[in-house]
């Protein structure tokens, strides 16, 4: 039987009960009366006669300490414990399908909870269960899991679980490692704030719509191979990332303050629907692992202190380009090049390393401006480099020339970069609809010319 059958079965077989129609499958000492509480173990009890249990069970109170559900093995509907403040442990081992959902809420004593034959379900939700250490599954099919503040260490409950909808355990301060088998995810996989010492595994998983990690200590993907939309790796303490068969990000993919990692493999991926952001990460010196990268849909953005950056395959970027690294070592030249070949579209492009910065913003309403030499005093990027020069280019109807940078307004999103005079009112407006190609490239030339 599959969920939705189950589910239609169990609607069917509820309305019949509760039309006092004896027609149904179900003896109507299976089914269970809405709004009923079990409250001790007799409540319980009553069912253990059923294979089939039909309705939504409920357990509460302060009367329980060990609770079981006995003999059922079929539940059509819900089991929710919520607001059992006494139950330390409860046991349903032979229970193997439960239609709706598996609700354990705010039992603040319970420790154990025993669903060793469980095998589908359609939504497990457990929430403020601080002391719950040990949850035990069988679960082999599952749409939506949604596990918060426990105090799980390892989980012995997915490791057959192939595919789901949702996947979100955070606040589990103690989660160490997670081993999954899951080979697709059909909305979103989110790990946050699980402790950070905790090591995940989802070397199966081939795609998902949407993956986001937090907090973690180590993960792996080794089999991904495409994010429908967002892929985000934010703030973890993991040292090295291998995304070896990733090939495709639909959205956005962002690695971001993950402060011990130095290295990234990514290197079948070729194109990237959403911004790519790489920024903030301490010690992410050498970004060399996505030489096959070749187009991105939105921003690139990489900001860091990184000495090296290997986008060798890179040939389209739309929405504009930032680069900042506070190291001196780094050369924007290529990068320049591309931008100035029309390889990075956008409303601004800006390249600074510790010595150097090019500017530049697109605009069409612009009668004048002035030429200066930078003022590196307000470049807050490069203060730690007295020898820093930081320029800025304007491209207006008129001409071209160059200003001072104001890099306390270049150093933050790439939608304000560059934006150092009087044209950010025109910013959201695209190169391509002022720029001829011609003038463009003689006024990158200029720039380079400029800088080198
Ligand atoms: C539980 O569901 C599985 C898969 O749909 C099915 O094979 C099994 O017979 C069901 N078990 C019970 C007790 O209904
Ligand atoms: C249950 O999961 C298995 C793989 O683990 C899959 O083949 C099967 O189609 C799933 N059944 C349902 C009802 O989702
Ligand atoms: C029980 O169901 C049958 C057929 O589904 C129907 O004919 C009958 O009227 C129902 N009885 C009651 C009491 O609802
Ligand atoms: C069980 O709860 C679900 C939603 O929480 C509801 O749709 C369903 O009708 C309930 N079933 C019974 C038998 O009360
Ligand atoms: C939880 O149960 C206690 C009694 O055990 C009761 O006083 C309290 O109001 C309940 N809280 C909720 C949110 O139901
Ligand atoms: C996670 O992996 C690291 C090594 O990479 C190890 O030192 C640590 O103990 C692991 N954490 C757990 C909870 O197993
Ligand atoms: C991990 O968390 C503990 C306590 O929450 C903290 O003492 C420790 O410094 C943290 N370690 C890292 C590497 O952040
Ligand atoms: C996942 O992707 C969908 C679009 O497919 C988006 O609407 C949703 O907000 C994303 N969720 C997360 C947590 O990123
Ligand atoms: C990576 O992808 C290739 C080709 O799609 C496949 O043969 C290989 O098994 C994958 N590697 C892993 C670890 O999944
Ligand atoms: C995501 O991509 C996979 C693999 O190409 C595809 O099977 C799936 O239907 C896509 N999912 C969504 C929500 O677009
Ligand atoms: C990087 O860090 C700086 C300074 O803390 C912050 O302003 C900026 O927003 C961060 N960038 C990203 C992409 O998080
Ligand atoms: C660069 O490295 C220094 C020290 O190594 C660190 O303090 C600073 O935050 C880093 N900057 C960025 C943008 O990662």
Partial sequence: MNIKTALVSAMLAAVAIADGNSTSSVPSSCSIKAKSTATQQSDLDKYSGCETLVGNLTISGDQLNQGALNGVQNLEGSLTIFNATTLTQFNADQLQNISHSLNLQQATQLQTASFNALQQVDTIEMIALPNLNNFVTNLKNASVIYISDTSLQTVHAFEELQQVKSFNLNNNKLLGSLESALKSVEDSLEFSANGNNSNVTFDHLQWANNITLRDVHRASFVSLEKVNASLGFINNSIDALNLSNLTSVGGSFSVVSNNQLTGVNASELKSVGGGFI???????????????????????????????????????????????????????????????????????????????????????????????????????????NGSSKSSSFTRSSDAVKTASADASKSSGSSSKTASNDDNSKSKGMAAAQFAPVGSLIGALGAVAAALL
């Fill in 278 to 384: 790489i920024a903030n990460n301490t010690r992410f010196k050498k970004i060399e692992g996505f030489h096959k990268l070749a187009t991105v849909g939105g921003a690139i953005t990489v900001v860091g202190n990184f000495t090296d950056l290997d986008l060798a395959s890179l040939k389209s970027v739309k929405g504009g380009g930032q680069f900042e690294t506070n190291s001196g070592n780094f050369s924007c030249s290529s990068l320049k090049k591309l931008q100035s070949q029309g390889g990075i579209q956008g409303d601004s492009f800006v390249c600074k390393n510790g010595a150097t910065s090019t500017s530049i913003k697109l605009s069409s309403k612009s009668s004048s401006k002035k030429s200066s030499s930078g003022d590196n005093s307000k470049s807050s990027s490069s203060s730690g």
